[in-house]
């Protein structure tokens, strides 16, 4: 879906809006100036007659209409058509200037001449009409024309200005992380609204950049903390371990040091998302990942062994990445134990190397996981999974940290992580 911009749309909805107005406007302003001049050419017609009427033409004799009807060939007294009254029709005649029939007005009137009835006939060219109205409408869009190019530029221009405080603010919005600690800067601005807008963000920015930080600090602090008893408790699970134990003895601390293992990794974990988040990976340095997987490969066979898991390796050529070496190693170590963990029993995992993607594709449940909430902390598609929800949220921020790009897709029965870099 591709969204507009609010000026584009505003300035849009007017444009449509004008055309919309002109479509309507023009043929009627034609209708109504052809109408108004139709009937100013009936009253002239009407004066005409009225003045020939008033003039001294009762005393006209047969040769006088003759050689008035001889020299006006617009106006002429013919005999007696019986028409009773004045009136006035629309009709196509012969021009013997233009030599073609042209449209005319023509007024058939009763007049007595010498006590004889007579006929006055007089006719007027709409050729001209025409032509005047149809220019005084071409004049008048062109005004309106230029009027709305001018209107619209004005509007742009000053809504442009007018709007800058907002789109300023949307783009340092756009850019903001809260984990960055810099918070942005907004324009000052003499429009209400977009005041309230830019101090409404700063109080929340404000707000939850500090609950940001007191979260990260206490995640810190709890991990450091856990250490030392996990370890202590760790050492006496080892003690125990070598004592003389019966069997449910043995089985209960088995599964105590399981525990304590899982502890260990989740502690481990949130130090890790902790000092990524703190920055402390900055040091980087060249990794050419298939050596990096063929070296660890025999390490991850045996972890699919318990699944029985088939590892196929498919390096269409060699690929060399620029980052820091312990995050890049997490990134390929927890995208591998993902692909174990999450997979069936005779599974396979195929490992795919391109020119700048790494991709891994592994078999396990048939229905696609939720992409919403793939990458949240602490997020499991099944909550009895032996692992912490946190492999996919550090393989997350690593990317982010990179500038990388995890994506997943579901396509024939296989699952599919790809890094771009």
Do not use: C
């Amino acid at each position: 879906m591709n969204n507009k911009k609010l000026l584009n749309k505003t300035t849009n909805s007017f444009l449509a809006y004008a055309i919309v107005i002109l479509l309507i406007a023009a043929p009627l302003f034609y209708f109504i100036s052809q109408q108004l001049y139709i009937y100013e050419t009936d009253e002239v017609l009407h004066f005409h007659k009225g003045a020939f009427v008033k003039e001294s033409h009762q005393d006209f004799t047969q040769t006088d209409i003759d050689l008035w009807n001889k020299y006006n060939h617009e106006v002429m007294i013919v005999p007696d058509m019986g028409v009773s009254r004045d009136s006035i029709v629309g009709k196509m005649l012969y021009d013997s200037i233009a030599k073609e029939k042209e449209p005319f007005r023509v007024l058939y009137a009763p007049v007595t001449i010498n006590g004889k009835r007579y006929t006055y006939t007089e006719r007027i060219n709409l050729l001209e009409m025409e032509g005047m109205v149809f220019s005084i409408a071409a004049m008048f869009l062109f005004i309106i024309i230029v009027l709305l190019i001018g209107i619209i530029w004005i509007s742009k221009a000053t809504a442009a200005k007018i709007w800058s405080p907002f789109y300023n603010t949307l783009n340092q919005i756009q850019d903001f992380e809260i984990d960055k600690n810099k918070p942005p800067h907004f324009i000052t601005t003499d429009i209400d609204e977009f005041d309230r807008l830019n101090k409404s963000l700063e109080r929340l920015i404000e707000k939850n950049t500090a609950i940001y930080k007191s979260q990260r600090e206490f995640v810190e602090n709890a991990a450091h903390e856990l250490q030392t008893p996990l370890a202590l408790f760790q050492n006496k699970i080892d003690t125990l371990s070598q004592l003389h134990l019966n069997e449910e003895q043995s089985s209960l601390v088995a599964s105590l040091n399981m525990d304590v293992s899982r502890l260990n990794r989740l502690n481990k974990n949130l130090l890790l998302l902790s000092k990524i988040d703190n920055e402390s990976f900055l040091e980087k340095n060249t990794i050419v990942l298939n050596e990096y997987i063929k070296k660890h490969l025999d390490f991850f066979t045996e972890q699919a062994d318990a699944k029985n898991l088939t590892i196929i390796t498919e390096f269409t050529s060699t690929l060399s990445v620029t980052g820091n070496t312990a995050l890049t190693e997490v990134l390929i170590n927890n995208l591998f134990l993902n692909a174990i963990r999450h997979n069936e029993k005779n599974g396979k995992i195929i490992i795919t190397i391109l020119e700048n993607e790494l991709i891994f594709l592994n078999s396990g449940q048939n229905t696609p996981l939720k992409i919403e909430k793939l990458f949240n902390r602490f997020s499991k598609a099944n909550p009895s999974s032996p692992g912490n929800g946190l492999g996919l949220a550090i393989i997350k921020k690593i990317t982010e940290l990179n500038h990388w790009k995890i994506s997943y897709t579901f396509h024939n029965n296989l699952h599919s992580f790809s890094v771009k870099f």
